[in-house]
C-alpha cells in the first residue's frame, strides 16, 4: 500500500481549503478573532472553528496565516501558496 497521492487528490483538496478560507472571509464579522482552520489527521475532513473545539487527531492552521491582499490591495483573500503548503503536507504526490 502506498502512501503517494494522486494530483487530482491534492488539488482538490487545496481547491476545499481555499473555498472554505473565502466561506470565512465572507461571513469575517460573524467568527470569532481565533478562528483556525481544522483539518482532521485520518478522515482529511476540513472545518472552521476555534482551537479549543478540536481534540486530538485535528491539525489547526490560523486563519489569518491563509489569508493575503488581492493583487490591488482592494480586499482579502484565500492565499493560494499557504493553502496548498498544507494540502502538500497531507497528499504526497511525486
Known amino acids: 500500500m502506498s502512501d503517494l497521492s494522486s494530483y487530482t487528490e491534492r488539488d482538490a483538496f487545496n481547491e476545499a481549503l481555499c473555498n472554505l478560507v473565502e466561506e470565512y472571509l465572507q461571513e469575517k464579522d460573524a467568527r470569532p478573532t481565533d478562528t483556525v482552520v481544522a483539518v482532521n489527521s485520518k478522515t482529511k475532513k476540513i472545518e472552521l472553528g476555534t482551537k479549543t473545539e478540536f481534540t486530538a487527531g485535528w491539525e489547526t492552521y490560523p486563519i489569518e496565516n491563509l489569508i493575503r ?9 484565500a492565499d493560494i501558496d499557504a493553502t496548498f503548503d498544507i494540502a502538500s503536507s497531507f497528499f504526497f504526490v511525486r
Open 69 to 77: 491582499n488581492n493583487e490591488d490591495n482592494s480586499g482579502e483573500e
